[in-house]
């Protein structure tokens, strides 16, 4: 038995849908794929890494973000978030929500 194709999203689709979701998704190429929560152990690790950069950075006028910070792949075809995030300069964001980087 063959399966239905499945509809593909827009990236303004995506961003419409994840903006209004409870749960975190991310995007490849059209679709959308919910993520798994994180061990106990897992978020540990990321607020030490998190810390320890930011400690590192502050210096150099960085800013250093954890878990929520949703990221855009160069190639736009991958929105993910990333345990651990560090912008050094100016932000950029993919649109005016300055919600995704």
């Known amino acids: 038995m063959a399966s239905e194709p499945h509809q593909r999203l827009s990236i303004q689709e995506y961003l419409a849908l994840e903006r209004q979701a409870e749960e975190r998704h991310e995007y490849l190429d059209g679709e959308m794929f919910a993520m798994a929560g994180a061990s106990r152990k897992h978020n540990r690790i990321v607020l030490n890494l998190g810390s320890g950069l930011d400690s590192a950075l502050e210096e150099r006028g960085c800013d250093v973000f954890v878990t929520e910070m949703r990221v855009l792949t160069p190639d736009s075809k991958f929105f993910t978030y ?10 950029r964001f993919a649109d005016a929500e300055v919600d995704t980087s």
């Not at 990333?82 to 932000?91: H, L, N, S, T």
């Open 82 to 91: 990333p345990d651990v995030v560090a912008v050094c300069g100016e932000p």
